[in-house]
């Protein structure tokens, strides 16, 4: 599902093609209601009738729904999901086959990133 720029998708219009691989494409796209630029990732038509993808994908979403960042992602009901691009794995940002250790990759992402913010708050809270 090739997005050109200026479309709409619900409240998203697409700005520009970001990336694209064997799990979907990403784009550049800015919401319309809260004014900020967001990441829109559209999975091959193929993958809605794949009952794996389609659970792999909702897990995708499921994370990035419970990040507390800049950049939390949602699932829309036409698969689509906001978010950053920054939790997929090297194998999956090139295009290449991916299996359960991308989500693996995505979880070690958020991990690191909490740890990061775990030592910045311990750094600005002063304790006794």
Do not use: H
């Amino acid at each position: 599902m090739a997005l050109a720029p200026g479309a709409s998708v619900g409240a998203y219009e697409v700005i520009s093609l970001v990336g694209a691989g064997g799990m979907g494409e990403v784009y550049r796209a800015r919401d319309r209601k809260l004014n900020r630029d967001v990441a829109l990732k559209v999975l091959p038509d193929a993958f809605a009738v794949d009952a794996d993808r389609l659970a792999r994908f909702k897990r995708e979403a499921q994370v990035l729904a419970s990040l507390n960042n800049p950049s939390p992602g949602f699932m829309t009901s036409v698969g689509l999901i906001l978010g950053t691009a920054a939790y997929m794995s090297p194998e999956q940002a090139r295009g290449k086959p991916v299996d359960k250790r991308t989500d693996i990759w995505a979880f070690g992402c958020v991990l690191y990133e909490m740890g990061d913010w775990f030592d910045e708050l311990k750094r600005l809270v002063p304790t006794n």
